[in-house]
Each structure stands twice: as C-alpha cells, then as structure tokens.
Nanobody, 124 residues
C-alpha cells in the first residue's frame, strides 16, 4: 500500500489542525496504522496508532487528550485530529502502515509502509 499524508501547515499555539493519510491499494484494512513525527535533530517518535478495524487507538503521553487518530477503511484513509497545539508539536508528521500482528506498534522499524511526511509548524 502507498501512503500520502497531507494537511500540514502553520498554526498558532492553542490552535487545531487535521492531517489526512490516503492509502492506495485494496489491502488497507490489513494494516495497523500509525502517526509519527520527527523534529529537527530528534529521532522519529510514535504519537498515535490505531488497530486494523479502528476499534482500538493508542497515544504517546505527550499528545494524549489533544490528538485523536481515526480511520475509515471504506475510504482507505487515516486521520489525525490535533487540538491545543503547542510549540513542541512542530515537526514533520508521517503516517505509516504495519502488517505485523498486534493492535498497534510504537517502533518505527515495525512499520514497512511510510508516507512522505507533512510539515506542521506551531508558531505565534
């Protein structure tokens, strides 16, 4: 499956932004999906994951309560709704898919399909 992330942009602290990851191919529902981000000089970090049927979701502590991951398998799409954005949320955001068993995965190495990334900048 090929992934295309979009929706990034410039937003003020406290604002909201929604990211979209569109997948091509027929096997989208077989993938656990995740969102990661990478800030300059830092490692890529897991921020949210969702199970194959969308029934289970998982978050990094840094975004819990502010970000929401969801998916629509009929549309081959996974979403990341971000609210109460902070300066520290500035990063390139990536969506990724994993065929490994389990409901979610936190390690980037567990994902074999990656989107190209979309820049999110939180600045006043």
């Amino acid at each position: 499956v090929q992934l295309q992330a979009s929706g990034g942009g410039l937003v003020q602290p406290g604002g909201s932004l929604s990211l979209v990851c569109a997948a091509s191919g027929r096997s989208f529902g077989l993938y656990v999906m995740g969102w990661f981000r990478q800030a300059p000089g830092k490692e890529r970090e897991f921020i949210a994951g969702i199970s194959r049927n969308g029934g289970l979701s998982y978050y990094a502590d840094s975004v819990k309560g502010r970000f929401t991951i969801s998916r629509d398998n009929a549309k081959n799409t996974v979403y990341l709704q971000m609210s109460r954005l902070e300066l520290e949320d500035t990063a390139v955001y990536y969506c990724a898919g994993s065929r490994l068993t389990g409901n979610y995965h936190r390690r980037p190495d567990d994902y074999d399909n990656w989107g190209q990334g979309t820049q999110v900048t939180v600045s006043s």
